[in-house]
């Protein structure tokens, strides 16, 4: 699968109403579109940040999908938007929950790498971070995103709530510098976001 993800920074005072037109309008948009498997909003309502993913079962369908929603999804979210990157990934590992309750935390981690490397990376992800992880209380599920071409990936994990996002940091940091290690990649940024919702990603 592809994925298509948006990170928006803007005033915080605005987010809400973004995160409504996204969560309605937005969703329904999504839903039209050929190919759509699914979609994560996740937030950080005190620096005023959003990320949202889009998943497709092909990179033909995320790109066709582009073309057609680019436009009104700059009208959705130009009140509150102020930056806003957009950027497409190989989802090359994917353990999906099957479900997610209320009050969900989502963790957000930045890589680059040789692209050289990019199986590695794969390979280390697959065999050594997300077996470990899986063992931490609150574990919920994890992605790892990759840009083979430009060297970029990012891992995001969902936890159960705040409390064992929290309580899972240290735990984390010890995978995170194994792996990181043994696949040969940098840590460019961290962090957390509330998770609005994440809507199940249909079989292809």
């Keep these: 699968m592809y994925v298509r993800t948006i990170y928006a920074t803007g005033d915080p005072a605005e987010l809400d109403g973004v995160v409504e037109a996204l969560s309605t309008e937005g969703r329904r948009l999504l839903s039209e579109q050929a190919g759509y498997r699914g979609m994560g909003l996740f937030v950080d309502r005190e620096l005023g940040k959003l990320v949202a993913g889009t998943w497709w079962e092909d990179e033909k369908a995320e790109q066709a999908s582009d073309d057609r929603l680019r436009e009104r999804r700059a009208e959705l979210l130009a009140p509150f938007a102020r930056t806003v ?9 994917a353990r999906r ?7 969900a935390w989502f963790r957000l981690l930045r890589l680059e790498f040789e692209p050289s490397d ?13 077996p ?34 929290v309580a899972s940091r240290a735990a984390v940091a ?10 040969r990649v940098i840590t460019r940024s961290l962090e957390e976001f509330e998770v609005v919702f994440v809507a199940p990603v249909s079989p292809a």
Excluded: C, H, M, Y
Excluded at 97 to 103: E, K, R, Y
Excluded at 138 to 159: N, P, Y
């Design 97 to 103: 929950p099957a479900a997610l309750g209320s009050g």
């Design 85 to 93: 990157a957009v950027d497409k990934w190989e989802a090359a590992v």
């Design 118 to 130: 990019a199986d590695l990376l794969v390979d280390t992800f697959e065999k050594t971070g997300l």
């Design 174 to 183: 010890g995978i995170r510098g194994e792996a990181t290690a043994k696949a």
């Design 132 to 165: 470990k992880l899986e063992t931490i209380r609150g574990f919920e599920g994890a992605s790892l995103l990759i840009d083979r071409a430009k060297g970029r990936a990012t891992v995001g994990a969902l936890w159960t709530d705040r409390n064992t996002l």
